[in-house]
């Protein structure tokens, strides 16, 4: 299996400040069409987790622009340009490139 | 748009089985793939498997021998079935629609399973 490894686990950040978060996969999850097998999730609290970014750096539909994914093959970051109260939650990465399909442990992004 | 919804005992007896569907509306099963994922009380998620239509499965392999998942295309729905269950399997059942890129896109809203005798 793929094992995922994010950080930090926790990241407290102040509103319209920066933040960064880490994801590193135990092997590439680059694929042969040229397209990174890297999603990242957004769980807000007592809420199901939902898609923010698909293939490394594509945002789904209706994810506001503040966020922003990058990285290839193992190394890859999600960043939020200037953090809002609504980004509270746990960021999760996953890679699709093979089953089973599977996640970091979770970043939880909290407001200071 | 699609929506799912998750459905089955939220009270389930150790070393009975486990048996959740989720039903989908706005979109049909035979198109994409389906899969269930699982969280415990208090930590991450936990990727089960997946269904297409035409009844492809692929499973991971920490459930494989316990786990089955269908789809009944006449119901647009799809469902987990997880036998043997201990309080380890105590958790939110989630299902999602699943891109064919892999992408989990569209979730339901969860379906808390507790194991307790």
């Known amino acids: 299996d793929i094992v995922m490894t994010q950080s930090p686990l926790s990241l407290p950040v102040t509103p319209g400040e920066p933040a960064s978060i880490s994801c590193r996969s135990s092997?590439?999850?680059?694929?042969?069409?040229?397209?990174?097998?890297l999603d990242w999730y957004l769980q807000k609290p007592g809420q199901s987790p939902h898609l923010l970014i698909y293939?490394?750096?594509n945002r789904a539909s209706g994810v506001p622009d503040r966020f922003t994914g990058s990285g290839s093959g193992t190394d890859f970051t999600l960043k939020i340009s200037k953090v809002e109260a609504e980004d509270v939650g746990v960021y999760y990465c996953m890679q699709a490139l093979q089953t089973p399909y599977t996640f970091g442990q979770g970043t939880k992004l909290e407001i200071k | 748009q699609v929506q799912l919804q998750e459905s089955g005992p939220g009270l389930v007896k150790p070393s009975e089985t486990l048996s959740l569907t989720c039903s989908v509306s706005g979109g049909s099963v035979t198109d994409f793939f389906w899969s269930w994922i699982r969280q415990p009380p208090g930590k991450g998620l936990e990727w089960i498997a997946y269904v297409a239509s035409g009844g492809r499965t692929i499973y991971g392999p920490s459930l494989k021998s316990r786990v089955t998942i269908s789809l009944d295309a006449s119901k647009n729905q799809f469902s987990l079935r997880l036998d043997s269950v201990t309080a380890a399997d105590t958790a939110v059942y989630y299902c999602a629609r699943t891109l064919y890129i892999g992408s989990l896109d569209t979730w339901g809203q969860g379906a808390v399973v507790i194991v307790s005798s």
């Open positions: 092997q590439s999850v680059l694929h042969s069409d040229g397209n990174n097998y």
């Open positions: 293939f490394g750096s």
